[in-house]
């Protein structure tokens, strides 16, 4: 095990009614900019019972609305003005992971002179942040509880993350029956995300990590088991509660430190198609899979069978045949279990041609620790989930 | 699920060296109380590191020394003494889950204007404490990232939990290595404990947290993974590293909250036996076999065959033996594999009329949740156990 710090400092208020916490902002100051995006928490009532909350707790509501599925800059930058001009004191998001990445930059932002995607390109520039608080309504990207977020640029054609210590949220609500609206295909694209993260942790070189590896099991095992009732009946309460909690878990220290993990799949699908209409959750069910069949390997078998045999409960001793079920098992979850897509055509890419340029936008360090991976490698493994 | 609220402000600084942290206590003001227990951390090396890192960070040092393995009020007392009359601005203890408890309340007391038993007996007078950080030395109570402390009081001959957000340490520092030289029966024992308090987290009625449930089954793994190499090959880094960060864990909140679980076993062995000559966690390993038996019903063999299959590895479908199997096993690892004491009488405890001072002293909170149990079930299992 890698020597780490572990330092979760959200406070996280969790289930039903937990939305009452929202009076605590007052201990922070009188001036929030609440951010959320489209319409959708006005029509299923959150907006209003959270302006209701901040009202009666003296709390001065400031808005910025419309923040897009993938954050913009623009829009990063507009919350920024906003916060400088108003005297904010503090941010509230209240939406999915995107617009809590926005948030963060914004709360960043105001306390950074230069321009905010400088921020983005080198997170080593923040330094300080108002205070940020959010009430989540997609268990998926974990943002409610770590400290990263994703910016793009589309005048660049650029999406990269940024991360800081003061980018964690200060307190989050998750109250999983927000989640209840959430339709059955971006149930299953948050889930997708959540056990992508899941997947990055757990897939490392570290064997001494012992403690890591069987709480990231303990997480997959959850999201196998949780995942597909949810879409099925979206009022469930018991599978969208394990869903949310695992989505935090995933991302939020307690299985990454120590292992010391480079991400692959994740960082690819997401700074590689930031011109794509589909979100990164869309790419990952497909590039998984065909990532987990080209690093399999006589030095990797083993790890994935101890995949096989504590996630799926798959039997056998011999190792090449539960390696093989375990990856298969993987990508019918996926595509016939959580009904993802299975191939890059089915995301829009349609031509061999868009890996030069996805390959070109992959980051440095998103080859993989597990595995070291060349741009070759990764363009077979395109080619192989085409 | 039931809802909850989870904060864990500990920062822990995990692995080889991280002592080199303390020098952050600087931040916090001038005035450290240095607590520890009796000369090991001298005779090992480890005072001399951490007072040299003080010094040079410009702090100064005063002491609180011979903290009793299960730490006395009078010595409580002391150090609010102490910390009142040198105008103490933080507390360190160096040493084990008794030291840090120690420091606990000494750090409430010296906020608090009455006697420090008061906070002992009466929780929700803990309001404020000075910061509190600790550096381990034995991987076993948890009380390094947790919000409880155990005090005894000879002269009542009672000993109580006591708890309070402000509690929770500020900054821990886990070196694995420290523990390199705790005794084999030591090392033991306190897998016993952090093995008792997974237990305890574990078995609820409640089916609706999966996620901690699971969490609990990857904690209970790793211990029995690296709870028997530890005491045969002392200074191996992987089993010390796994069952150090796996203690932490087991009461840090994260597979407790959700459950709502009420103590039991861990509860009677703590406040029944404060004249005993044995620390609670040499009484668990015997309580614990005999409560399981004692629950075990139609109600709740699901749960234990659960248990079976997810923690020990047994396949098979019907419930009832795997049933048994998992309790047999429970018992074996703990008297076989980890050589802990079998039976009451093995502990001191020769005679049925040691029960009903037990009995007596036995909290009213502490008839477990699982499955409520009166009196007359509680001294069945002592009778089961003798």
């Known amino acids: 095990m890698y020597n780490f710090t572990f330092h979760v400092p959200t406070t996280i208020h969790f289930g039903k009614g937990q939305i009452s916490h929202l009076a605590d902002l007052a201990g922070y100051g009188k001036k929030v900019l609440l951010c959320y995006g489209g319409g959708s928490i006005k029509r299923n009532g959150i907006y209003d019972q959270a302006t209701k909350i901040l009202s009666d707790a003296g709390l001065e509501i400031f808005e910025l609305s419309g923040i897009e599925p993938n954050p913009r800059i623009q829009t990063v930058r507009h919350g920024v003005e906003l916060c400088r001009k108003e005297s904010i004191d503090m941010v509230l998001a209240i939406g999915d992971g995107s617009t809590i990445d926005c948030v963060k930059v914004v709360a960043a932002g105001a306390k950074y002179d230069g321009d905010a995607w400088d921020l983005v390109i080198h997170p080593e520039l923040i330094k300080d942040a108002l205070p940020i608080f959010s009430a989540l309504t997609l268990a998926a990207t974990g943002s409610e509880m770590d400290a ?177 079920e375990a990856i298969a098992r993987t990508r019918q979850f996926f595509t016939e279990t959580m009904h993802m897509p299975a191939t890059l055509h089915e995301v829009g890419i349609t031509d061999e041609k868009h890996f030069d340029v996805m390959i070109q936008k992959a980051a440095d360090g998103s080859k993989g620790s597990f595995v070291p991976l060349t741009k070759e490698d990764i363009v077979e493994i395109y080619r192989a989930a085409k």
Chains 1, 2 share one sequence.
């Open 148 to 324: 990263f977020a994703v910016i793009l640029d589309m005048t660049k054609n650029e999406k990269w993350d940024t991360a800081g210590e003061c980018l964690k949220p200060t307190m989050s609500v998750l109250d999983p029956t927000y989640t209840f609206s959430v339709p059955a295909r971006q149930t299953a694209a948050g889930m997708t995300d959540m056990m992508s993260h899941a997947f990055e942790n757990y897939f490392s070189m570290d064997d001494g990590a012992y403690v890591q590896k069987r709480m990231a099991e303990a997480l997959l095992k959850t999201m196998i088991h949780s995942g597909p009732i949810a879409p099925e009946k979206p009022d469930d309460y018991d599978a969208r509660v394990n869903l949310m909690w695992s989505a935090s878990h995933t991302i939020n220290s307690l299985v990454g430190e120590g292992c010391a993990p480079v991400w692959s799949c994740t960082r690819w699908s997401m700074s590689s198609l930031p011109s794509m209409t589909s979100p990164t959750a869309r790419a990952l069910p497909i590039l998984t899979p065909a990532w987990m069949e080209h690093v399999l390997s006589e030095k990797t078998e083993k790890q994935f069978a101890i995949y096989g045999r504590n996630v799926w409960g798959l039997t056998g001793t011999d190792d090449a045949p539960v390696t093989r």
